[in-house]
């Protein structure tokens, strides 16, 4: 079973409409950390966010906010009002091993967004 | 404060030669982990090192190893490449000085093609 569950492969949008890309993980560990990196046509991963399991706070910078829900293994990621620029594909991430065994990094398969003027 | 820099950005190899990527972290981190981007596998973790040491490992063979030197400067090497091994291969490095991953910051990319 896939560790990191990004369900929607592409999305597009209008420009200023929001979007919310939702990802589902999957560890037994109970000290785990999540991440969103984007990626854009350049190529190079951009660091978006990075939240520990201890932490369920959500949190928003910008037009930027996630939604992390221990209860349903979610942690989801909302865009308002979307620009042009926020086009690319974005990778939510999960790294465990920290309670035993050795660490493991895992990204999703990507949801690709593209917002259209 | 530069980024980190990998080396080449392109590279063109046949199958059953071996080759070597260069990753150089921003200045003053010590962590360097190793990925490869494919359309079929989407991004994979490789392998990473921190201070000299290979700390933790992804799930690739053998043929897939890395080291890193006292600058924390990277090489990965791929021995007997196979036309799988075409890919990006991202380098990142942190500031982490314990097992959690902080801020990765990734470089550019090394486009490896395989023929």
């Known amino acids: 079973a896939q560790k990191v569950t990004q369900a929607q492969t592409e999305i597009s949008v209008v420009e200023k409409e929001d979007v919310t890309l939702d990802c589902v993980y999957e560890?037994?560990?109970?000290?785990?950390?999540l991440f969103w990196y984007k990626q854009p046509p350049s190529g190079e991963l951009v660091f978006l966010i990075r939240?520990?399991?201890?932490?369920?706070q959500n949190e928003i910078s910008g037009r930027y906010s996630w939604n992390f829900q221990k209860s349903t293994s979610s942690f989801n990621f909302t865009i308002t009002a979307s620009q042009v620029v926020d086009s690319a594909v974005y990778f939510c991430?999960?790294?465990?091993?920290?309670?035993?065994?050795?660490?493991?990094?895992?990204f999703g398969p990507g949801t690709r967004l593209s917002v259209l003027p | 404060k530069a980024g980190v820099t990998q080396t080449p950005r392109y590279l063109i190899k046949t199958r059953g030669q071996q080759v070597t990527l260069s990753c150089s972290p921003i200045?003053?981190?010590?962590?360097v982990s190793w990925y490869q981007q494919t359309p079929g596998q989407g991004l994979q973790f490789l392998f990473e090192?921190?201070?000299?040491?290979?700390?933790n490992k992804g799930n690739f063979p053998g043929r897939f190893s890395g080291r890193q030197f006292s600058n924390s400067r990277s090489e990965m090497n791929v021995s007997t490449l196979e036309l799988g091994d075409s890919a990006l291969y991202l380098c990142?490095?942190?500031?982490?000085?314990?097992?959690?991953?902080?801020?990765?910051?990734f470089g550019p990319g090394t486009r490896l093609t395989v023929l």
């Open positions: 990142a490095s942190s500031s982490s000085g314990t097992l959690a991953y902080n801020e990765q910051f």
């Open positions: 560890t037994r560990d109970t000290t785990y950390y």
């Open positions: 939240r520990n399991s201890f932490d369920e």
């Open positions: 991430a999960l790294s465990e091993g920290f309670d035993n065994y050795g660490q493991n990094f895992v």
């Open positions: 200045s003053g981190h010590r962590s």
């Open positions: 090192y921190f201070s000299e040491t290979q700390r």
